[in-house]
């Protein structure tokens, strides 16, 4: 476990009761991050419930009972930073603990790591709780944040229309879910069912922790058997596979209205490609091509030559298998952009692709995955994809398979991609222009 520089990896250190442990190597940074998820399958019974334990735990722990006491502490360790939160990636949940400092070759000999993920386990271990749940007051005070939060969603109106979209297209499908649960949900939360959802989620949920930055052995084993010896786990949950595969039988049309001035067009389709696939990588392409870019045919064709959109792209959902086209519109052009943006899916499938579109588009890849290398949490993000869907694979050794995608590839991935859902968030009182002829 010697210290690394060079080549970004990640190194299998311990696997114990469900908890893997992971060491990134790069000698990039300046600062020292240890990243602890636990993994649930997304459920409308415990999403929300899932989604307020971080936002608990990040209140204090029983060293540090009070934000104030935990402030002054991390002030003290070089203004070191923990946080918390959850994510959703298919038809998992993360609730993801992060703590950072600077590297201890900058403090004088202070063994920072050693003291911050002291911290870090005292937030997991220690929450604060009274008689049998988490302390009321706090409790409350998160409850009404994440009820607000979850109205607040509206309000980013592209987020929103991508939100409605895949809930309708999922709606039978635990993707459906949001990754921070519903109010309704939410409200039916209190400080002993939480802390009993928090009981489950230390001793049960599977568990990845990733250490990156300039960590030495010594302090890596100590966090190691730390958490060994401090959380008592044992049946731990055994996680499902997010299912790709679902019969189309018609495509749904779901229009809805809203107070705003441009029309938001969603139109989800299903890439029926597992991310552990090979096909994985000509998909990326694929995607890249049709709406990844400013070179991209969507861009070019709804945005330029058109002139019907504000913006024009698409995005991959790698492991719900699902490709999303995203368009900001006025209300009277949406029949025109859907068949402009239906044509552009129909020429990929006929290999209408010029070759500088391909190198445009791996061009631009390759660029991603490298500045993806400038940031530690996109670095263990990386990695917890590569882990979660058991491909082995590194930024260097996956740029390499994106470059030796070929157009036959790619036109053979869009032969499987199919239109199941379009939805349409319009201005209250606009009619479609078929309404109107």
Do not use: W
């Amino acid at each position: 476990m010697g210290l690394h520089s060079g080549k970004t990896t990640a190194e299998k250190l311990a696997v114990k009761n469900g908890i893997t442990f992971y060491r990134i190597n790069s000698g990039k940074f300046k600062t020292s991050r240890a990243d602890v998820f636990f993994v649930d399958n997304l459920s409308k019974e415990r999403a929300s419930g899932n989604a307020i334990l971080p936002l608990m735990m990040k209140r204090g722990c029983e060293s540090y009972p009070s934000v104030q006491a935990l402030e002054g502490k991390l002030e003290e360790l070089y203004g070191a930073d923990i946080n918390a939160g959850v994510t959703k990636k298919g038809e998992l949940q993360f609730i993801g603990f992060h703590m950072s400092h600077i590297s201890d070759r900058y403090t004088n000999g202070e063994r920072l790591f050693d003291q911050c993920s002291d911290l870090l386990m005292c937030m997991l271990e220690k929450p604060l709780i009274e008689k049998d749940g988490f302390k009321e007051s706090l409790f409350r005070q998160e409850r009404d944040n994440m009820v607000d939060y979850i109205r607040s969603r509206v309000n980013d109106k592209l987020r929103f229309s991508l939100s409605r979209c895949i809930e309708e297209m999922c709606a039978d499908e635990p993707y459906s879910i949001p990754e921070d649960g519903t109010e309704e949900d939410v409200l039916l939360l209190d400080p002993q069912n939480t802390l009993a959802l928090y009981q489950q989620m230390i001793k049960t949920y599977p568990a990845y922790v990733y250490i990156s930055g300039e960590v030495d052995d010594k302090s890596i084993q100590r966090f190691i058997d730390q958490f060994m010896a401090t959380v008592d786990r044992g049946n731990i949950k055994k996680i499902n596979p997010t299912n790709v595969n679902k019969d189309i039988k018609e495509v749904r049309k779901i229009d809805e209205q809203m107070d705003i001035s441009q029309g938001k067009l969603c139109m989800g389709f299903r890439t029926f490609v597992e991310p552990t696939s090979e096909e994985y990588y000509p998909l990326v392409v694929y995607n890249g091509i049709l709406g990844g870019d400013a070179h991209s045919k969507l861009f070019r064709n709804v945005r330029e030559k058109a002139s019907l959109a504000y913006y024009a792209q698409s995005v991959l959902e790698k492991y719900k298998g699902l490709m999303i086209i995203m368009s900001g519109i006025e209300a009277g052009n949406r029949g025109k952009a859907e068949d402009i943006i239906l044509k552009q899916v129909e020429a990929m499938k006929k290999g209408d692709i010029a070759k500088k579109d391909i190198e445009a588009t791996l061009k631009s890849l390759e660029t991603g995955m490298k500045t993806m290398q400038d940031g530690q949490g996109a670095i263990v993000d990386f990695f917890m994809s590569q882990h979660l869907t058991e491909s082995g694979e590194d930024f260097d050794s996956m740029i390499e398979k994106l470059k030796a995608v070929t157009l036959d590839d790619v036109v053979k991935v869009a032969q499987k991609v199919q239109l199941d859902t379009i939805y349409f968030l319009k201005p209250e009182g606009s009619r479609n222009e078929e309404e109107t002829i």
